[in-house]
């Protein structure tokens, strides 16, 4: 199995994200460091501080060396997918091909709605989201990408200079949707998600991937899957290796510890010593 650590830039200073990403950098156990993509903070009091996550993505790219680094995910609504493509290009080169392409569909109702960003039924969004896919990987691999859909229309679009990594940064997609997420997932992901839940859970899911991946001809071992394990404020490391080694039982490629605020480098060792054994 392989890990990586989640820093959710809210209920956060700058500082502290910055001091556990470095502290991070050095362990080797730790693969990746991944960001969510959110406006307002999460499953927490949203009215509290909130960093935007591309841009400090950027600067921990820039202040680390060898963590892979990524947005769990960027919600497609944000912005504009040909924005979303060059921002990508960009930090992939900027980060020396370091970057892991995180995307949804979208979910939040509270932010989307005080920004006037239009979410949409969750039909729309996953009819919105396959269409933005398909725009990302031309932008990303093509040198002009035409498109007319009902939520994107491009003309001979460009996006230069391309990334470091080809054919494109590879995509994770998060999300659980079994006829239209997963479907999505298996048609352009390297990597695949999931939010967080029980081994049976997470065993169903894969499972319906690998159908789509199936029905369209898709070797399910193209996709890297993933999985939240939350480390509590309690510190209890022996729990968490616990959740990723069941985790690992049914398939689990990446556990991706998610860090609890106040965000401190003093949990990365004692983290990374329970998680050693289930390498």
Known sequence: ??????????????????????????????????????????????????????????????ATKRLRVGTLVSGIHYRHPALLANMAATLDIVSGGRLEFGVGAGWNEEESGAYGMELGTIKERSDRFEEACEVLVGLLTQETTSFQGEHYQLTDARCEPKGVQKPHPPICIGGSGEKRTLRTTAK??????????????????????????????????????????????????????AEAEALGEVGLDLAIIYLPPPHTPAVLEPLAKALEPLR
């Open 188 to 241: 352009y992901a390297q990597h695949w998600n999931f939010v967080g839940g029980t081994p049976e859970e997470f065993a169903h899911k894969r499972e319906v991937l690998h159908r789509h991946c199936a029905d369209i001809g898709r070797d399910p071992k193209e996709i890297t899957l993933s999985s939240h394990v939350r480390l509590g404020a309690d510190g209890d490391y022996a729990k968490v290796a």
């Open 1 to 62: 199995m392989r890990f990586a650590i989640k820093t959710s830039p809210q209920d956060t200073v700058w500082s502290d994200m910055l001091a556990v990403w470095q502290a991070a950098d050095e362990i080797e156990l730790f693969e990746s460091g991944w960001t969510f993509d959110h406006f307002y903070p999460i499953f927490s009091d949203s009215t509290g501080p909130c960093l935007e996550g591309w841009v400090t993505l950027t600067a921990l790219a820039q």
